[in-house]
């Protein structure tokens, strides 16, 4: 006899099942070289416009052709820069992490603006599972871009040695909603996700979680880095 208990069961793995189906797989839509420049060059580069002829002259041709302090292509024009972004209005009321390797290698570095500061899962293994939840004010402006530094970008040696996610599962407000398909790359990837929250004062706290599915694995340590995910939308001006 079909018990109730039975029917109760797979009537929750049909539930489960057809949550997932429903998800969106997403590819990068953009993906944005990173210069190969120094901390050094990044303070003064933070501090000081492209004009001044000495730290251009600096530079390498590759980051010459790229470093823009007013050009929304560069990443350091998304990190440095002074030109309004989504930024200028947007909100994070938090950011934490399932785990970390260590005090230094913490979830919120996942969203500090530095190449130089990574999230780095701590659990046995290449990190499948491991999670990074991004809790956001109900009036924030809302978000319809994901940006992402996959892997400990401040190098390439870094980079090749540590793992990199191949799979991101995206859940808006604890319910599965796409599924990251990142490439391996040290570029910074852009994902269209839609239009989440709400820019509403009345609205509760919402959350975006980011689940690591797969991996590409690193030539030398296990650990699984995301270097930076942080956000683009609407609702600023």
Same mark, same amino acid.
């Given at each position: 006899?079909?018990?109730?208990?039975?029917?109760?069961c797979?009537?929750?793995?049909?539930?489960?099942?057809?949550?997932?189906?429903?998800?969106?797989?997403?590819?990068?839509?953009?993906?944005?070289?990173?210069?190969?420049?120094?901390?050094?060059?990044?303070?003064?580069?933070?501090?000081?416009? %492209?004009?001044?002829?000495? =730290?251009?002259?600096?530079?390498?041709?590759?980051? #010459? /052709?790229?470093? *823009?302090? &007013?050009?929304?292509?560069?990443?350091?024009?998304?990190?440095?820069?002074d030109?309004?972004?989504?930024?200028?209005?947007?909100?994070?009321?938090?950011?934490?992490?399932?785990?970390?390797?260590?005090?230094?290698?913490?979830?919120?570095?996942?969203?500090?603006?530095?190449?130089?500061?990574?999230?780095?899962?701590?659990?046995?293994?290449?990190?499948?599972?491991?999670?990074?939840?991004?809790?956001?004010?109900?009036?924030?402006?809302? %978000?319809?871009?994901?940006? =992402?530094?996959?892997?400990?970008?401040?190098?390439? #040696? /870094?980079?090749? *040695?540590? &793992?990199?996610?191949?799979?991101?599962?995206?859940?808006?407000?604890?319910?599965?909603?796409?599924?990251?398909?990142?490439?391996d790359?040290?570029?910074?990837?852009?994902?269209?996700?839609?239009?989440?929250?709400?820019?509403?004062?009345?609205?509760?706290?919402?959350?975006?979680?980011?689940?690591?599915?797969?991996?590409?694995?690193?030539?030398?340590?296990?650990?699984?880095?995301?270097?930076?995910?942080?956000?683009?939308?609407?609702?600023?001006?």
């Amino acid at each position: 006899m079909f018990s109730l208990k039975k029917a109760t069961c797979f009537l929750s793995i049909f539930v489960c099942a057809c949550s997932f189906a429903q998800e969106k797989v997403l590819r990068p839509t953009k993906l944005t070289p990173i210069p190969e420049v120094n901390l050094v060059k990044c303070e003064q580069l933070a501090s000081q416009t %492209i004009d001044n002829y000495s =730290i251009y002259e600096a530079l390498g041709q590759e980051d #010459k /052709a790229l470093v *823009d302090l &007013g050009e929304e292509d560069s990443v350091l024009g998304h990190f440095y820069s002074d030109a309004c972004s989504w930024y200028c209005g947007g909100e994070i009321s938090k950011v934490s992490s399932s785990s970390a390797l260590s005090a230094q290698y913490e979830g919120e570095n996942a969203h500090d603006f530095s190449i130089l500061n990574v999230w780095a899962e701590g659990v046995p293994g290449n990190g499948e599972g491991e999670y990074l939840v991004y809790t956001f004010p109900g009036r924030c402006p809302r %978000i319809t871009t994901i940006e =992402i530094l996959n892997g400990y970008t401040k190098t390439e #040696k /870094a980079w090749l *040695d540590n &793992g990199r996610v191949k799979r991101l599962r995206m859940y808006y407000n604890g319910e599965p909603y796409a599924v990251l398909e990142l490439e391996d790359t040290r570029r910074l990837q852009s994902f269209d996700v839609g239009i989440l929250g709400f820019h509403d004062a009345s609205a509760p706290d919402w959350t975006l979680k980011f689940e690591i599915l797969d991996v590409y694995p690193g030539d030398k340590y296990s650990d699984t880095v995301i270097t930076e995910l942080f956000f683009d939308g609407i609702d600023v001006h």
